[in-house]
């Protein structure tokens, strides 16, 4: 018989033990903020100079943003007061509250090529830059580009699409809003820790279920070796730690592999409680990226998800974010399972990311 929800234990990340409340920063409810002002950080004049100097230095120094974007290293781009608080924010997002969103990237003052090299340059304070699919996409394009939502194959980030409750492939994920859609397109997050909190508090059965195995598909993006799905616990408690890994459609796409498991009654249960739990008024946290605002989040303890969008027509006029995967020094550890989605490697700082056969690592200025 499992225990009532006021005789589990409580733990933090850090020390956690299997099937125990996690409490501390990463496991924050919607009440738990006044507004905006508790996660939005905003650059100030001198940092934007900073950054813009930054820039222009890459450029004057003919370094190669689209073939050789790993040429360009911090040394390139020096940002005396941007750089440390760009790094404070990436350990409260790795260690605490798990998000931040920073405003006022120049994104009206840049041309592209210039914006890409800024994201870039920001990112080198946050951790090693990761693919971000299997063209090796170091920088990802969020805009749709006609790809075909209902294809096994097709990743709804090329897509006007919803995109359910998820969690990428990589520590940190960060996205550059560059254009907004003429409707929709909103983005919302919530804690996955504290989604585990609930589930533990009102179906302890299907906590145990969620820290079982589960197929997730691998979209076509099959590295070497591999076959076409793997398996991940959704919850998982290792070295103290609880990392928390869901994508409801990636389970549901694994099913299409003949010699997976069927999903069972449990496991759907377990999808539909983690989901009313993720979207709830109590831990969704709703934000529309503006131009120039960057979202930071820690994949481990946040869930993200984005309402469906309609553009305006024109192709260079629509909706359109870019993308960072990085790999952060100083990250939790991760169990075994990790090795599939990130790449083959669990070691912190170098791991996650999209690598196959073919793969050549690069940057491209537009969605392709
Ligand atoms: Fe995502």
């Given at each position: 018989m499992a225990p009532a929800a006021q005789e589990l234990k409580t733990t933090r990340q850090g020390s956690v033990e299997?099937?125990?409340?996690?409490?501390?920063?990463?496991?924050?409810y919607v009440k738990d903020f006044k507004g905006p002002g508790d996660w939005v950080t905003q650059l100030t004049p001198e940092h934007v100079a900073e950054l813009e100097a930054a820039v222009q230095g890459v450029l004057r120094a003919g370094l190669d943003?689209?073939?050789?974007?790993?040429?360009?290293?911090?040394?390139?781009?020096?940002?005396?007061?941007?750089?440390?608080?760009?790094?404070?924010?990436?350990?409260?997002?790795r260690d605490g509250r798990g998000f931040a969103v920073i405003r006022g990237f120049p994104v009206d003052r840049l041309s592209r090529r210039?914006?890409?090299?800024?994201?870039?340059?920001?990112?080198?304070?946050?951790?090693?830059?990761?693919?971000?699919?299997?063209?090796?996409?170091?920088?990802?394009?969020?805009?749709?580009?006609g790809h075909d939502p209902a294809s096994p194959l097709t990743r709804l980030y090329a897509t006007h699409e919803a995109q359910p409750y998820h969690n990428d492939a990589a520590d940190l994920v960060s996205l550059l809003c560059l254009k907004n859609a003429r409707s929709g397109g909103l983005s919302s997050w919530s804690s996955s820790v504290s989604v585990h909190n609930e589930i533990l508090k009102r179906r302890p059965d299907l906590a145990r279920v969620l820290a079982g195995d589960w197929y997730f598909d691998r979209k076509g993006e099959v590295p070497p070796g591999k076959k076409g799905y793997f398996v991940i616990p959704?919850?998982?408690?290792?070295?103290?730690?609880?990392?928390?890994?869901?994508?409801?459609?990636?389970?549901?796409l694994a099913q299409r592999h003949a010699e997976v498991p069927r999903l069972t009654p449990a496991q759907l249960e377990a999808i539909d409680l983690f989901n009313e739990l993720a979207r709830s008024d109590e831990l969704r946290l709703d934000h529309l990226l503006e131009p120039g605002e960057i979202q930071l989040l820690s994949n481990h303890t946040q869930l993200h998800t984005r309402s469906a969008f309609e553009d305006?027509?024109?192709?260079?006029?629509?909706?359109?974010?870019?993308?960072?995967?990085?790999?952060?020094?100083?990250d939790r550890p991760l169990p075994d399972a990790y090795l599939e989605p990130y790449g083959g490697s669990v070691e912190v700082g170098n791991r996650g990311g999209i690598i196959v056969d073919g793969t050549v690592e690069h940057v491209s200025l537009e969605a392709e």
């Open positions: 299997p099937f125990t409340l996690l409490e501390g920063p990463g496991t924050w943003i689209e073939k050789a974007p790993r040429s360009i290293t911090k040394d390139h781009f020096p940002l005396p007061t941007l750089g440390p608080l760009l790094e404070a924010l990436r350990d409260e997002v210039e914006t890409v090299i800024g994201f870039w340059g920001i990112g080198l304070y946050w951790g090693k830059a990761l693919s971000n699919n299997k063209k090796g996409h170091l920088i990802g394009h969020i805009k749709d580009i959704v919850f998982n408690y290792h070295k103290g730690y609880l990392s928390v890994n869901f994508s409801d459609n990636y389970y549901h305006v027509g024109d192709f260079d006029e629509r909706r359109h974010l870019l993308r960072l995967w990085r790999a952060p020094p100083g």
